[in-house]
């Protein structure tokens, strides 16, 4: 049986009136259903069961599903599962490649009705991170071909973006060519280490931040060895570096790589403005996102082997690159909050002539629908400390120390093989979560 | 044009909320499906079937058997995946391995994995089993070469549009004294283009 709806009423009353609780639906439609807030708490508890099951709802949301996958993957790696957390971060490149192609509807209804009526698309600094946590991955289980894969994908990656250079716009590629340039020079592939090693330097110049002492030496190992002389002088000079093991005398040694990952990366916070316009009455809301730091407060980190002990040096702030990836996207974000006022203002005033009561409901349910975007990777670190040493072959005893956080790190044993290498993860919470931080190892 | 404003509207939201039903369809294994353009069975299986064609073809076996009046026994050795996509190479080792003995022309020998696993069986069968029914150690049969190889890709992209080339390179080695008997070459070229617009 079908219902008689004349034109009529479906231009004049249906249609707004439909429009109503579909706006109030379209609200929460990518909305965050699950409370990060919690996650990190049981993260930082050491709880990761309890973190995946609260990741739960996001997991059928078809606008967040490589969001909830990349949380998963990170969640599953500090829980030591990496067979399951390198599925989910396979699983999330697929996705992420599939969204590369633009969606009209998203993009029509991100201009007229809400910000986050759109699939989450990850920005190039947090799929850089996804192909760095892979490559982790591959690196702790001891499959360097596997890692050197990822190496390649984010040179690929990277060259899309920026054909000419490879460089990522906010930054975030400094530590994924440095680990790139480590898989390839443990791949015994000097020349593309070198390449690697270069783009990290840049990296790091270009976001203003000093260039770690391991970079600084691999840069000279290996312009060394591969007799780049003027280029290599060119860095003893600018680092003040006076002496160097070089390629020649660590061929035969292994190494030991120390990586924590600090805190969580900054929340995106909601931040509306709700103005009734002076002349008309109708509601303005301009709903825009602002950054908001969770620094853990880590002092430092070391890698001891044998005793000799090596400080860690921050190597990449996630946190740094959000902030210039915001700064970036705030024009857009601000023409597309003034074109969904507009389009709002326009629609409710046209249907205040047939019925008013439904053109305030309209005006009110389309204001609150339209939310500022706050969809990140909450699950990356707020910071990434990274040490390397050069070992003889055989069997060491391994340090690991977070300053000033007691009961955190220890000792174990560890073959190393003649160019082996052993990459060992650190994950500290913090504690910024609210919760009493455990520090959580993944190491191969 | 407000009215076109207000359709396109109500238009997105209507995209946004259709929601896509799984549909599967059984197709035959030797049918060609290429979604994404990265290396697939399809890849695997010709690249086998052509590469090991190109290996029987040649004198290699011919002289082994003139030399030592046996079949030639083959193990097949690492395959590297150098190329920018993880491949899985085992399933291309299986698919070669399966060329190589349904071709009847050599003897095949299990590669590490495998053969710690026989021979954990045959000691086990040394407590476990009847006398005569037990497999003693050492009458393996050792392999007379090695098959190894590397699957490497070089991109280009251009816009949406990405032309993927894979090379695979496989030799094979005498393990009496490391001279190659047969070296070969496969290439796949693929162009990708992508999509503009999603759903």
């Known amino acids: 049986m079908s219902l008689p709806v004349s034109g009529r009423v479906w231009s004049g009353t249906l249609r707004p009136i439909l429009l109503v609780p579909l706006l109030i639906a379209l609200s929460g439609c990518a909305a965050l259903r699950t409370d990060f807030a919690a996650v990190e708490r049981d993260l930082a508890r050491g709880d990761a069961e309890a973190a995946l099951q609260r990741l739960g709802p996001l997991q059928d949301s078809r606008l967040n599903r490589p969001l909830y996958l990349m949380n998963r993957g990170m969640i599953l790696r500090v829980a030591g599962d990496r067979a399951g957390s390198i599925a989910a971060f396979e699983e999330a490149k697929t996705r992420v490649g599939e969204l590369q192609a633009v969606s009209l509807s998203e993009t029509l209804a991100g201009w007229t009705l809400t910000e986050t009526a759109s699939s989450y698309v990850p920005p190039v600094h947090e799929h850089l991170m996804l192909h760095v946590y892979q490559m982790l991955n591959f690196l702790e289980q001891g499959d360097l071909d596997a890692a050197r894969v990822e190496a390649l994908q984010i040179d690929l990656g990277l060259r899309r973006v920026d054909p000419r250079d490879g460089e990522a716009p906010d930054g975030g590629d400094a530590l994924a060519r440095y680990l790139s340039g480590i898989v390839f020079e443990a791949s015994r592939e000097d020349s593309d280490a070198l390449i690697a090693y270069r783009k990290a330097y840049h990296a790091y110049r270009r976001g203003g931040g000093s260039v770690p002492r391991d970079l600084q030496q691999s840069l000279v190992r290996l312009t060394d060895a591969l007799e780049l002389h003027d280029e290599r002088d060119g860095y003893l000079a600018e680092f003040g570096i006076a002496a160097w093991t070089s390629q020649q005398d660590l061929r035969g040694r292994g190494q030991v790589v120390l990586l924590v990952h600090d805190g969580f990366a900054p929340r995106l916070r909601d931040e509306s403005l709700l103005v009734p316009a002076p002349d008309s009455g109708h509601l303005i809301r301009v709903a825009l996102p602002s950054l908001h730091r969770r620094p853990s407060g880590l002092a430092g980190a070391s890698l001891g082997v044998n005793g000799i002990r090596h400080q860690a040096e921050v190597v990449e702030r996630p946190a740094d690159t959000m902030d210039r990836w915001l700064s970036r996207q705030m024009p857009l974000l601000i023409s597309r909050a003034a074109s969904r006022n507009v389009a709002r203002y326009q629609f409710t005033r046209q249907v205040e002539q047939d019925n008013a009561l439904l053109a305030v409901l309209l005006n009110v349910a389309g204001a609150l629908a339209d939310n500022a975007d706050t969809r990140s990777w909450r699950t990356l670190p707020d910071r990434v400390w990274l040490a390397r040493l050069f070992v003889e072959p055989g069997i060491h005893e391994v340090e690991v120390l977070l300053d000033g956080v007691a009961g955190a790190g220890g000792t174990r044993t560890h073959r190393i093989s003649p160019g082996g290498l052993l990459v060992i993860s650190e994950h500290w919470p913090g504690g910024g979560s609210g919760a009493t931080a455990q520090p959580l190892r993944s190491r191969r | ?199």
Request: proline residues 2%.
């Open chain 2, 1 to 199: 044009m407000m009215r076109g404003v207000q359709g396109i509207a109500v238009m997105a939201l209507a995209l946004m909320l259709v929601g896509c039903a799984t549909q599967v369809d059984r197709v035959g294994t030797e049918e060609v499906i290429d979604l994404t353009g990265r290396w697939n069975d399809t890849d695997s299986r010709l690249v086998s079937e052509e590469m090991v064609q190109d290996l029987l073809a040649r004198g290699w076996i011919e002289r082994h058997r003139g030399q030592t009046g046996e079949q030639p026994a083959v193990i097949v050795g690492q395959i590297r995946n150098l190329s920018h996509e993880h491949i899985n190479t085992n399933t291309f080792i299986r698919d070669i391995e399966r060329e190589l003995i349904n071709s009847g022309q050599v003897v095949f020998v299990a590669a590490g994995g495998e053969r710690d696993a026989i021979r954990e069986e045959r000691t086990d069968q040394a407590v476990h089993a009847r006398p005569d029914t037990a497999n003693p150690p050492g009458a393996e049969l050792g392999a007379d070469y090695m098959l190894t190889g590397t699957i490497n890709t070089i991109t280009d992209t251009e816009g949406r549009t990405e032309v993927a080339y894979y090379q695979v390179d496989l030799a094979l080695t005498s393990l009496r004294d490391n001279t190659r008997v047969w070296v070969g070459q496969k290439q796949i070229r693929k162009v990708i283009r992508r999509g503009l617009f999603r759903s």
